[in-house]
C-alpha cells in the first residue's frame, strides 16, 4: 500500500476531535496554579513576561566543515547541549519557567510576582531582563576550546502581556503551550538575525519606564538600562556561580559521546523518547515545518471573549496535522512549536534513503497536510465555531538529519538539527498561508514531475492532497501513480463508469463516514 489521504478517515477523526472539545473551560491563571498536565478541554490565561534567547551561531556551527558529515553534527550537539544545561540552571535558580528548547531557541516565561503583588509586571519585565544579562554572561563561558565548542552568541528578545496556556504533549510527556502576542512577539525580536543584545518590545519597554521606539528590534538596551533592572530585580545568584556549577555538573554527569544509527523507515516507527547521545539518529530525511498562519492575531483578537474556540480550533487542526504526518504518510512528528508542527519524512531502507521518493511522498504529505487543514476549518465553521482567516504556510527541505535528546538524564529535551532543518524553516516563514515551498536541496534531488510542480520559483499555491497527486501521476512519478491507482481501486463502480473526472480521494457515500 502506497501513503494516502483519504476524506472519509480525515472526516472522522476530525468530527471526533471536535467532540472531545466540545465543553472548555477558560480560567485565569493565578497564584499557586499548577501549569502541569493541562487537560485538554482546560486553558489558562497567563499574565506574564515571555523571554525568547536565540543562539545566533548555530548555524555557524553546522557550516564549519565543507561537508555536513558526523563530526558536525556531534559538534553541534555537544554545543547546543553544553548550552542548555547551563540556561536550564539558570532558570531554575531565578524561578522562571523553560517553556521550550527548539534547536537554537529558548523559550522561558516569568509569571512571579504574582498580579496581587504591587508592580508586578514592572518587577517581572526587570527580572526577565537581569536574568537575560546573566544568561549572556554564563553562556560567554560555557564553550569548550579542547572540544572545539566556542561560547554562544544570543540575541534576547523579551514581550509582556496576556497568553493563552494550554496542553502540549501526551500523557507523561505533557508541557504548556503558550499562545498569543506575548510569545510571538518575543520570538521575533530574538530572531532578528541582526545585532546580539537584549531586545524589548514597546509594551515591556514601558512596563520598565523606558519609552517607546519606532524600531524597538534595533534598540538593544543599554548597559545602564540593563544595570537599573539587575538592581531592581537583585537575582540572588551570580554568573561565576552558575559556570562553576555547571562544570560541576559535567564532571558528574558527562555528556558522553555520540553515537549515531540509522532509522529504518517509516520514521512513524522511531521512539524520540529513548534516544540518548549514545543512541542518536542521523540520515538523509526530509524536514518539514507547517505553520497555522494568522493565529496569533486570531489569539489576540479572541483571548477575552473567546478563548475557547480558540482551544478548539488549536486541538483540533493540531491533532489532524499530526495524524496526517504519522498515520497518513508514516512520518515523525518531532513537536509542536507554538501553533507550527515540525515533522520528519524519509523512504528507504536501513542503510540508504531514496531521495526522489522521499521528496514525491512529502510533496504529496504537503497538499494532505492543506487538505485536512481546510477540511478541519469546514468542520470547525459548520458546528459554528469561530475560526478567523487562518491559513497554513508549509516548508520542506531534505539533507542529513541527527534526532537526539539534549540534556540530563530525567530532564531531557528532543531535538533535530542540521542545515536543512534550519533551511525548511526559513522556507515556511516565507510563505504565505495558501503556499507550499521546496528548498534547493530537495528541488535538485526530486523527479521532473516535482520540478514542474514547484517551477523555478520553489513554491505553489493551494497545493492540497489531490492536486499534488493527480500532478505527479500525470507526470509520471511511480509514487503518485500508485496512490491513485490504489485510490480508484478503491472507488464505486457506479462513479468509475462515468466519464466525468474523479478525484477518489474525496468521495463520500451519502450517509456514511467510511474508513477508506
Avoid at 4 to 10: F, G, Q, T, V
Amino acid at each position: 500500500m502506497s501513503k494516502s489521504w483519504s476524506h472519509n478517515r480525515a472526516v472522522e477523526h476530525i468530527d471526533k476531535k471536535i467532540a472531545d472539545v466540545k465543553d472548555i473551560t477558560v480560567k485565569d491563571y493565578v497564584r499557586d496554579m499548577s501549569l502541569e498536565s493541562i487537560p485538554t478541554n482546560v486553558a489558562y490565561r497567563v499574565d506574564g513576561v515571555h523571554m525568547y534567547a536565540d543562539i545566533q551561531n548555530l548555524e555557524d556551527m553546522l557550516n564549519i566543515t565543507h561537508v555536513e558529515g558526523t563530526d558536525c553534527h556531534k559538534r553541534t550537539l555537544r554545543f547546543l547541549d553544553q548550552h542548555y544545561r547551563a540556561v536550564k540552571r539558570i532558570l531554575d535558580r531565578v524561578d522562571a519557567r523553560r517553556v521550550d528548547f527548539h534547536s537554537q531557541r529558548l523559550h522561558s516565561l516569568f509569571t512571579k510576582p504574582y498580579n496581587s503583588d504591587t508592580d508586578a509586571e514592572l518587577k517581572r519585565v526587570q527580572r526577565a531582563v537581569a536574568t537575560a544579562k546573566l544568561m549572556i554572561d554564563v553562556l560567554a563561558q560555557t564553550g569548550d576550546d579542547d572540544e572545539q565548542i566556542p561560547a554562544a552568541k544570543l540575541r534576547i528578545g523579551i514581550d509582556t502581556g496576556l497568553a493563552l496556556a494550554v496542553n502540549n504533549g501526551r500523557k507523561g510527556n505533557r508541557e504548556p503551550l503558550f499562545l498569543g502576542d506575548p510569545a510571538n512577539h518575543a520570538a521575533k525580536l530574538a530572531s532578528n538575525n541582526s545585532a546580539k543584545g537584549i531586545y524589548l518590545t514597546n509594551a515591556a519597554r514601558m512596563a520598565i519606564g523606558l519609552t517607546e521606539k519606532d524600531a524597538p528590534e534595533k534598540a538593544a538596551l543599554t548597559n545602564e538600562e540593563i544595570k537599573d533592572c539587575q538592581d531592581a530585580a537583585k537575582l540572588d545568584v551570580t554568573a561565576d556561580e552558575i559556570v562553576e556549577e555547571w562544570r560541576e555538573d559535567l564532571k558528574n554527569n558527562p555528556i558522553g559521546g555520540y553515537q549515531f544509527i540509522r532509522q529504518t523507515p517509516p520514521l512513524c516507527d522511531m521512539d524520540i523518547s529513548t534516544l540518548t547521545p549514545a543512541n542518536s539518529k542521523r540520515q538523509e530525511m526530509v524536514s518539514l515545518y507547517a505553520d497555522i498562519d494568522g493565529f496569533t492575531a486570531y489569539v489576540a483578537e479572541h483571548i477575552d471573549d473567546n478563548a475557547e474556540d480558540v482551544v478548539r480550533t488549536l486541538h483540533v487542526i493540531r491533532a489532524e496535522l499530526e495524524r496526517v504526518v504519522t498515520s497518513d504518510f508514516q512520518g515523525r512528528r518531532v513537536r509542536f512549536i507554538g501553533d507550527c508542527v515540525q515533522a520528519l519524512s524519509c523512504d528507504g531502507t536501513a542503510h540508504t534513503t531514496d531521495e526522489p521518493t522521499t521528496i514525491s511522498e512529502s510533496t504529496r504529505l504537503a497538499g494532505a497536510l492543506r487538505s485536512s487543514f481546510n477540511l478541519a476549518i469546514e468542520r470547525l465553521n459548520a458546528k459554528d465555531y469561530e475560526t478567523g482567516e487562518l491559513g497554513l504556510a508549509i516548508g520542506f527541505d531534505i539533507g542529513p538529519i541527527s534526532v537526539t535528546r539534549l540534556g540530563r538524564q530525567g530532564d531531557r529535551v528532543r531535538c533535530a538539527i542540521g542545515r536543512k532543518v534550519i533551511e525548511s524553516e526559513n522556507r515556511q516563514c516565507a510563505c504565505s498561508g495558501v503556499e507550499t515551498a521546496i528548498g534547493q536541496a530537495a528541488y535538485e534531488a526530486a523527479t521532473d514531475a516535482v520540478k514542474d510542480l514547484f517551477g523555478k520559483t520553489r513554491k505553489i499555491a493551494n497545493l492540497d492532497y489531490n492536486e499534488a497527486t493527480e500532478a505527479l501521476a500525470d507526470k509520471g512519478d511511480e509514487s503518485a501513480k500508485q496512490a491513485r491507482t490504489e485510490a480508484y481501486a478503491g472507488a464505486p463502480a457506479i462513479i468509475l463508469a462515468d466519464n466525468r473526472e474523479v478525484r477518489p480521494y474525496a468521495i463520500t457515500t451519502a450517509g456514511e463516514s467510511g474508513n477508506s
